[in-house]
């Protein structure tokens, strides 16, 4: 009889082991599919399932971020303006990603069926709000007003799409450029620092506050808008732009692939009798930037302070065009 009770013990100890065995195999294929969490620029904590591949986000900076770290086929769709080159520097890039998109419905975003949304700080509440209702994942990234919120996002982006090295990567090639940059331009006297005025077909941008403003301080310029007191989000007068007199106009190229008159924008002021007295009007000192770098809120940035450079500094800071700072793999 005890012979019988002790088998019984023993096979009950193995079953218990092989059950124990099994679940702890279980336990650890769903900690490796079980996906991750990445804290959003609101605070807001987002599970994602997988590493996505296929990836909405809804600002061309995003996009260009994302196409730092991932190849083209890894956006569902892409801004459309990524692939006209006055208003891009990807748009090599841009037309290879069929989908374009501007202010997409949720059900043009449902269409596309991302497995991971990427929003901007100036993406409505609501409409995060919806889309997470309607079950995808939505990561937020700050406003972008200054270099350091461009960080963040890149941060955050490459937590969220499980590229962190590669994020950590392109802040780093940032800082260098940057770097350069700062050497060469601290070499300029400050008396002989340019005094400039941003003339953009948003009216409202270019003062205190906005990323202009941040690139002009890195570029060693004097942003006029900014220095007269006129914050982000308040016009600039033609009365104010008199009393400013900068040395330097940056007019604007914006042409949104051609159906926008922009001469007849920049003429406004270029022919105005009013503004004739303006030093930089008067000495015709007037340059017309690529509006891919000097309203670029992505890693390429810096390009835009290169810009801003060679147009008040000239030669030694030229560039090429399609400048990405990128280390995806197509």
């Not at 002790?6 to 079953?15: F, G, P, Y």
């Not at 503004?275 to 390429?300: F, V």
Request: include cysteine; charge should be negative; aromatic fraction near 6%.
């Amino acid at each position: 009889m005890m012979n019988k009770i002790n088998n019984k013990m023993i096979l009950t100890l193995l079953l218990i082991c092989v059950c124990c065995t099994f679940l702890g195999c279980n336990n650890k294929e769903a900690t490796v599919y079980s996906g991750y969490t990445v804290i959003d620029a609101m605070g807001t904590e987002v599970h994602i399932a997988k590493k996505p591949n296929r990836i909405l986000t809804l600002a061309m900076c995003t996009d260009s971020m994302v196409l730092g770290m991932l190849p083209t086929s890894s956006l569902v769709g892409i801004n459309s303006l990524a692939d006209d080159p006055v208003s891009s520097n990807i748009s090599e890039k841009g037309k290879k990603i069929p989908q374009k998109i501007k202010e997409p419905s949720a059900e043009e975003i449902m269409a596309l069926k991302p497995d991971l949304i990427i929003a901007t700080g100036w993406t409505s509440a609501d409409k995060v709000a919806t889309m997470r209702e309607l079950g995808f994942p939505v990561v937020v990234i700050p406003l972008i007003t200054k270099l350091e919120d461009i960080k963040e996002a890149i941060t955050i982006i490459s937590q969220a799409i499980a590229e962190e090295e590669k994020g950590v990567q392109i802040i780093s090639k940032m800082d260098q450029e940057l770097n350069m940059l700062k050497e060469k331009i601290d070499k300029i006297p400050k008396e002989k620092r340019k005094k400039v005025v941003l003339l953009s077909v948003m009216t409202t941008y270019g003062g205190r506050g906005c990323l202009f403003d941040d690139m002009c301080k890195y570029a060693g310029v004097v942003n006029g808008i900014a220095d007269a007191g006129i914050k982000s989000g308040q016009t600039l007068t033609k009365e104010m732009l008199v009393k400013i007199n900068p040395d330097l106009l940056l007019m604007s190229s914006y042409n949104d692939h051609g159906s926008y008159d922009v001469s007849k924008f920049n003429n406004e002021y270029l022919e105005d009798p009013s503004l004739q007295t303006i030093n930089a009007i008067k000495t015709k000192n007037l340059k017309y930037p690529r509006e891919g770098y000097t309203y670029n809120a992505s890693q390429d940035f810096v390009y835009g302070v290169r810009e801003i450079a060679y147009d008040a500094y000239g030669e030694e800071f030229s560039q090429g065009s399609d400048n990405h700072i990128s280390f995806a793999q197509e």
